[in-house]
């Protein structure tokens, strides 16, 4: 704006060029002291002295914006966040988890053992400081529920949500601007989306609303211990081999998408154990119904999902079987 007087005003008062006005308005509101590079009138003169004034005072309030923002650290502050948020941008098929508790810390160590990428979400100011002590490698300062937090965790290329906040409130809102972020972007496959409840009573609810997955410490303590001891060896069993991080083993759900070569063929006909040592152990139907240990003769139907067990290199070859729209060549040889 200054710049822009200045060249207005000697064009007017002393009939400078438009270039040789730019040129002494520069030098004058920078206080270079190049001089005047053509006669200037005393009207002209007093003009000068004005826009120098004006340039000094313009200078000086920058800089001290400047020092009070370096001081307050907001620019420090605001650097750490473009540089994290463009690393968050570059995710895929991660987790977005809402709030830092202890829930949030074991849930972390999970995930990292199993390289499952994931954003912590927390309001509060001490999140870059509990990021650094419990490792977590993405984090954003913010309120889970608004849509710029979302934006920011990059949600629309997440696999899904996790929020166990211990306030019913927190996860309800949560739950409702995940399912509306859904709509107004038009996501194509809904969010995962695995909460807590302090009781039944809440899961219920938490279901209604939209949640996919709702647990209660109470009752996963309760199973633990049933299981442990109804079921010793089998609970050790489960311990050692699917718990662990150097577990060889795992688990893991596979839609079958409408446009795979193995819908309405039986499950026999997939050959998933010859070729990638991976079991079939349960079928989830598209009406939710579950058939555990299917037998062979079972037609795999669109949008089932499959339960597999085995290795993460055969459930990772497995899942690219099912995603292919043909039958691969090396299964037409089995």
């Known amino acids: 704006m ?35 590079i053509a006669p200037i009138s005393d009207a002209g003169r007093i003009f000068t002295i004005t826009l120098v004034i004006t340039g000094f005072a313009v200078f000086s309030l ?26 968050i941008a570059r995710l895929k098929n991660h987790f ?4 830092h508790n202890e829930y949030t810390v074991e849930v972390s160590k999970q995930l990292l053992q199993s390289h499952i990428p994931f954003v912590v979400i927390d309001p509060r100011d001490e999140i870059e400081e509990w ?18 937090s979302m934006l920011k965790s990059h949600l629309s290329s997440a696999k899904g949500l996790i929020t166990l906040s211990h306030s019913i409130s927190d996860n309800i809102a949560i739950i409702a601007s995940v399912r509306l972020f859904e709509k107004e972007h038009n996501i194509p496959i809904p969010y995962n989306v695995i909460t807590s409840a302090e009781n039944i009573s809440d899961l219920e609810k938490l279901k209604k609303l ?9 009752k996963l303590t309760a199973q633990r211990v049933t299981a442990m001891a109804a079921h010793p060896d089998m609970e050790n069993l489960l311990e050692e081999f699917m718990y662990k991080s150097d577990t ?20 026999k006909e997939t050959h998933f154990r010859q070729i990638a040592n991976v079991s079939v152990v349960g079928i989830r139907k598209k009406d939710g119904k579950f058939f555990p240990m299917p037998k062979g003769d079972v037609l795999v139907t669109s949008e089932s999902k499959l339960l597999l067990i085995g290795t993460q290199k055969g459930i990772a070859i497995t899942k690219n079987l099912v995603r292919q729209r043909v039958k691969p060549e090396e299964l037409k040889y089995v």
């Open 248 to 267: 060889p083993l795992d688990m893991e759900e596979v839609e079958v998408p409408k446009y795979s070569w193995i819908v309405l063929k039986k499950l």
């Open 210 to 218: 939209g949640a996919d997955t709702v647990v209660t410490p109470t």
């Open 131 to 148: 990021a650094r002590k419990h490792k977590y490698p993405y984090y954003i300062k913010g309120q889970p529920h608004t849509e710029l």
């Open 62 to 87: 920058a800089v001290g914006i400047m020092v009070t923002e370096i001081n307050k650290g907001e620019l420090v502050a605001t650097l750490k966040e473009r540089s994290m948020l463009y690393k």
């Open 2 to 36: 200054t710049m822009m007087v200045g060249t207005i005003g000697y064009v007017m008062i002393d009939n400078f060029s438009l270039m040789d006005a730019i040129y002494q308005t520069g030098i004058t509101f920078t206080t270079v002291g190049f001089g005047e």
């Open 96 to 99: 977005v988890i809402c709030y």
